[in-house]
């Protein structure tokens, strides 16, 4: 029998997949070009689309590219996106990049103009605003 030599308790947890490793991303990879723009996502809809509100306040479909669509479940309502606007469909536009907090914290730090309101992709909609609600029930 072959001997193991690769393997053994906690292998599998300690591979290099699993590895957290965060990448600094310049200033100058954040900023969209001159055919791009900062967006907001204003709804859900499902199958890679999304309906966003550019920064002049019109509001579009969005249709997220293949990379995107991947990790569509990180794209939220209130997430900062980059698009792309189409020249042959304007009421349409491509979502090229979903921000995080981080990168969001440099373009502010940074004073780019940026929706007010505009979450990360990784935030998690906590239960800050929870209703109580006293429910009595009547003896039957």
């Not at 001997?3 to 300690?14: C, I, R």
């Amino acid at each position: 029998m072959v001997k193991n030599t690769k393997g053994g308790k906690g292998a599998k947890q300690k591979a290099r997949k699993n590895l957290n490793i965060t990448v600094s991303v310049k200033l100058d990879d954040l900023l969209p070009t001159e055919d791009q723009c900062f967006a907001k996502v204003l709804k859900v809809f499902g199958g890679g689309r999304f309906q966003v509100e550019l920064l002049d306040g019109t509001v579009v479909l969005g249709v997220s590219s293949g990379k995107i669509r991947k990790r569509s479940y990180n794209c939220k309502e209130g997430c900062l996106v980059c698009i792309s606007k189409r020249d042959f469909q304007q009421d349409r536009v491509d979502i090229l990049y979903v921000y995080n907090q981080d990168e969001i914290q440099t373009l502010r730090s940074n004073n780019i103009a940026l929706p007010q309101d505009a979450k990360a992709a990784t935030n998690t909609d906590s239960s800050d605003e929870t209703e109580d609600v006293d429910v009595s029930f009547a003896n039957l």
